[in-house]
């Protein structure tokens, strides 16, 4: 079966703009969750999202946001890039709920902002 | 508030030497533990979680809840083990990780 897909591959954008991030999860996984990874802060938690709905969300600015439609798809976007946006963002599905085990990753988003 | 650290940022080893990755976790409840590989140019994936008691790649890792840890280890490093190991925690109902930092291992001819 197809594993997460995670759209575009790489992305540079200029400060001040906005992004949109895209994430197909497995075929029949519900839960969607997104991570942004750094080398200073590593993999940190941004949200989670199950049946369309956000069951939980990490410490990042409002500037960060998500959602995700009724084919599970789910897109995160961040509005007013700044530098320290630059990161790879990965999407994480997994069949419902609870299952942080059964989390399979995405290749991941490199945005790098100038 | 839950942490999960990893106190080695780089581990090298020969090969066959023994391998063991540190991990600590502060939780009051009972999490669930996992340990994540990635691999050179590859995506983040699931090695072992506590609760499976399971044996991957040669891989084991004890849930000690006294020492708050999940060490993970393996008897005879091989070249192949080279890679970036994170340790996770998740609690409950919910989908969200808590990475530590990282270890990357790194295992010399």
Known sequence: KAGVTQ??????????QQVTL??????????????????????????????????NKGN??????????????????????????SALYLCASSLGAGQGAGYTFGSGTRLTVV | AQRVT??????????????ELKCNYSYSGSPELFW???????RLQLLLRHISRESIKGFT????????SFHLKK??????????????????????LIFGT???LAVQP
Not at chain 1, 7 to 16: S, V
Request: proline content about 6%; charged content about 20%; aromatic content about 12%.
């Open chain 1, 7 to 16: 759209t575009p591959r790489y992305l540079i954008k200029t400060r001040g």
């Open chain 1, 60 to 85: 990042f600015p409002g500037r960060f946001s998500g959602r995700q439609f009724s084919n599970s798809r789910s897109e995160m976007n961040v509005s007013t890039l700044e530098l320290g946006d």
């Open chain 2, 75 to 96: 008897p005879f490093a091989q070249e192949e083990d080279s890679a970036m190991y994170y340790c996770a925690l998740t609690r409950g109902a919910t989908n969200k």
């Open chain 2, 36 to 42: 994540y590989v990635q691999y050179s140019r590859q």
């Open chain 1, 22 to 55: 895209s994430c197909s999860p497995i075929s029949g996984h519900r839960s969607v969750s997104w991570y942004q990874q750094t080398p200073g802060q590593g993999l940190q938690f941004l949200f989670e999202y199950f049946s369309e709905t956000q069951r």
């Open chain 2, 61 to 68: 890792a004890d849930l000690n809840k006294g020492e708050t």
């Open chain 2, 102 to 104: 990282g270890t990357l």
């Open chain 2, 6 to 19: 990893q106190p080695e940022k780089l581990l090298s080893v020969f090969k066959g030497a023994p391998v």
